[in-house]
C-alpha cells in the first residue's frame, strides 16, 4: 500500500516536473525569441542599407529629353565604380536611379555616397526623390548634394539631416545620380550608396489613429 | 529498491528539462531564414583579367525557365560576372549559399563567389567564399556553398554574390535560375 502511494506520487512528480520543464522550455524559448527580437531593435534602431554603384539604372533626364533610349553605362573594373558613358553631359541629362526598397514606417536619416569626382570642373550631384506610387509626376526632391571641385579623388558625400518618413503604401523612393561632366565621362562615377534609417517605427501601421498621432506620416503627436 | 530507482529517476529528470530548456532556446535563437535572388537579378559587369573600364557585357536569358547568362562567346573566368547584391538584415549571418544553375557546358563552368568589401571604398573585394559548378554537362544543377559564417554588418561594409562563366560557343549552356541565401 505504502508502496503503491509511493509509487503514484512520484509517478505524479515526475509527470508534474516533466511538464513544469517543458512549459518552463517553452516559455523560455518564447521569451529569447522576443529578447533577441527586441534586442535586435533596440540596438539598431539606426540601421543601413547599402546600394552597389552597378545597382544604378540608367535612364535620360528631363532637361535632355522627352523620351528615348537608355544611355550607356560604363563601369570600373577593379573597383566596382559605374558612371554614365555619355560624354559632356550636364546635370539633369542623364541619371543612375537606385530604387529605395525599405520597410514600412522606416525614417530615412541620412544618405551617404562613394564617388570618385576626378573631373576638374565637372561634379556629380544626387537627389533623393519620392513621387505616389500610382502617379505620373516628376518627382518630389527629399534631399540633395553635390560633389566640390577642390580635390580630384575619391570622396564621401551626404545629405546631412534628412528626416522622410516611408509610407510604401503610397510612395516611391529613389536616388538620382546625375554627372555635370566633360569629355572624359568615367571620372565620375558611383562606388556605392548607403541609406540610413530609423526602424523605431517600422511596421506600426498608419491610419487608425491609434500609433501615431498622424494617420498618413509619422509625426511624435502622441494619438 | 522501487523507491531508490524512483528518486534517482527523478534526480536524473531535472538536468534532463534544464537541457531540453536549454536546446529549445538555442534553437529559437538559431531560427534561420532564406533569402531568394531570381537569375534576372544579375547585373552584368566586367570582371578584371580584360581591360580597366568600360560598358558592362551582354547578358541573355532564357525565358520559359528564368535562366540568365553572360550572353558572351569563349570566356575565361574573371573575364565577366553577374553580380547579385545582398540585402540582409544587420546581425544576420549568412550560414549557406544555394546556387540552382543551368550547366549543359562541357568543358564550361561557373565559379561562384561570395564578395564582401567596405562599403565606402574602392576596394577589390575580400572573398569570402568559392564554389565552381563541374565541368562536365551535368544539365540542371544544384550546387551548395556550405558551410558559410559571415555575419552582417551593413555600416561598414557591403555584400554580393558573383558568378563568372568559363564557356565556349554557346554561352547560354551556363545560366543561373536563381540563389538562395540562408542566414540566422
Known amino acids: 500500500m505504502n508502496i503503491d502511494v509511493t509509487r503514484r506520487r512520484m509517478s505524479l512528480a515526475v509527470t508534474t516536473g516533466l511538464v513544469l520543464a517543458l512549459w518552463l522550455a517553452g516559455t523560455l524559448a518564447a521569451l529569447a525569441g522576443e529578447f533577441s527580437e527586441e534586442t535586435k531593435n533596440l540596438g539598431a534602431d539606426f540601421q543601413y542599407q547599402n546600394y552597389l554603384g552597378y545597382e544604378g539604372i540608367a535612364t535620360l533626364g528631363h532637361w535632355g529629353f522627352d523620351f528615348g533610349p537608355t544611355p550607356p553605362v560604363g563601369d570600373w573594373v577593379t573597383t566596382h565604380c559605374r558612371y554614365i558613358d555619355v560624354e559632356n553631359g550636364s546635370e539633369g541629362d542623364y541619371y543612375l536611379r537606385y530604387p529605395i526598397h525599405l520597410p514600412q514606417g522606416a525614417v530615412i536619416k541620412g544618405v551617404s555616397l562613394y564617388v570618385a569626382d576626378f573631373n576638374p570642373a565637372g561634379n556629380i550631384w544626387v537627389f533623393l526623390v519620392a513621387r505616389p506610387w500610382n502617379s505620373r509626376e516628376l518627382g518630389t526632391e527629399l534631399g540633395s548634394t553635390v560633389t566640390d571641385d577642390a580635390s580630384n579623388n575619391d570622396k564621401s558625400i551626404n545629405m546631412g539631416a534628412l528626416n522622410v518618413p516611408v509610407n510604401n503604401q503610397s510612395h516611391v523612393y529613389w536616388v538620382d545620380v546625375t554627372p555635370d561632366n566633360s569629355a572624359l565621362p568615367g571620372e565620375l562615377c558611383v562606388y556605392g550608396i548607403q541609406v540610413t534609417y530609423d526602424c523605431t517605427e517600422c511596421g506600426v501601421l498608419f491610419g487608425d489613429g491609434f500609433e501615431s498621432g498622424n494617420v498618413s506620416a509619422w509625426s511624435s503627436v502622441m494619438p | ?184
Open chain 2, 1 to 184: 529498491m522501487c523507491f531508490d530507482r524512483m528518486r534517482e529517476v527523478s534526480r536524473l529528470l531535472l538536468p534532463l528539462g534544464i537541457i531540453m530548456a536549454i536546446v529549445l532556446i538555442g534553437s529559437a535563437e538559431l531560427e534561420a531564414d532564406d533569402y531568394n535572388l531570381l537569375g534576372f537579378e544579375g547585373i552584368g559587369t566586367l570582371g578584371s583579367t580584360t581591360v580597366d573600364n568600360g560598358p558592362p557585357p551582354v547578358v541573355g536569358d532564357w525565358v520559359t525557365t528564368h535562366c540568365r547568362y553572360i550572353d558572351v562567346p569563349n570566356t575565361l573566368v574573371g573575364e565577366y560576372y553577374l553580380r547579385y547584391p545582398l540585402d540582409l538584415p544587420d546581425g544576420a549571418t549568412i550560414t549557406s549559399i544555394r546556387f540552382y544553375l543551368a550547366d549543359f557546358n562541357n568543358p564550361g563552368s561557373l565559379f561562384l563567389y561570395l564578395h564582401s568589401r567596405p562599403w565606402n571604398s574602392r576596394d577589390g573585394g575580400t572573398l569570402e567564399a568559392i564554389k565552381v559548378s563541374p565541368a562536365a554537362d551535368v544539365g540542371d544543377y544544384q550546387i551548395d556553398m556550405d558551410p558559410v559564417d559571415v555575419t552582417i554588418n551593413n555600416q561598414t561594409t557591403e555584400y554580393w554574390i558573383s558568378v563568372s562563366p568559363t564557356n565556349n560557343d554557346f554561352p547560354g549552356q551556363l545560366c543561373v535560375y536563381g540563389i538562395q541565401v540562408t542566414y540566422n
